[in-house]
């Protein structure tokens, strides 16, 4: 009898030790948490854009985007030849398929400018960092183009769940 008890007890105390580690019952164990899309930015060059009513979309060309020491590999990657140690602004741009894609707009898209033209007069042309402008008016932006030409610059592109929730422009010298 010594025996049985002698196995029998720590054979118990490892029962009770694991039921007591491990949820016993389903309302025990943690819920599982839904999965959520996170927004993805994605920096292109816009190349139209088209508001209905109640439907707007965007048609841009996905380009990659790099600062700093980052652009300085790629730059030392796609231009090996090119006689100078880096991108002369600390910026570089790769656009290797330039094949067109389209996403809807989210009505209440919001837009950040740099720089675009403001009144017709060259004068008057001037930087204002992350300047609201409303989509309708970027979209009329997009023919106007003597003096600036917004279509130049590359833009950020904030997408949630399949739309276009935020366009920001890329100042580049």
Known sequence: M?????VMIPLLLIVVMFSVATPSSRAA???SQPVVQKDE?????????HLNAGNG??????ILWYEGKEAEQAFAQYEPD???????DGYYIVNDDEKLQKYP??????????????????EDIDI???????????AQLFGHTELLDVKDFPYHLTIENGQVTR???QYIP
Do not use: R
């Open 105 to 122: 707009l989210a009505n209440d898209a919001e837009v950040l400018m740099q720089i675009y033209d403001h009144t017709g007069n060259v």
């Open 2 to 6: 010594k025996k049985i008890l002698t």
């Open 29 to 31: 164990q943690p819920e």
């Open 167 to 169: 366009i920001v422009q």
């Open 57 to 62: 979309e965007i048609t841009v060309d996905p």
């Open 128 to 138: 204002s960092w992350n300047e609201h402008i409303s989509l309708q008016k970027f």
């Open 41 to 49: 930015v994605i920096t292109v060059y816009i190349d139209k854009i």
């Open 82 to 88: 090119a006689g100078i140690d880096g991108p002369p």
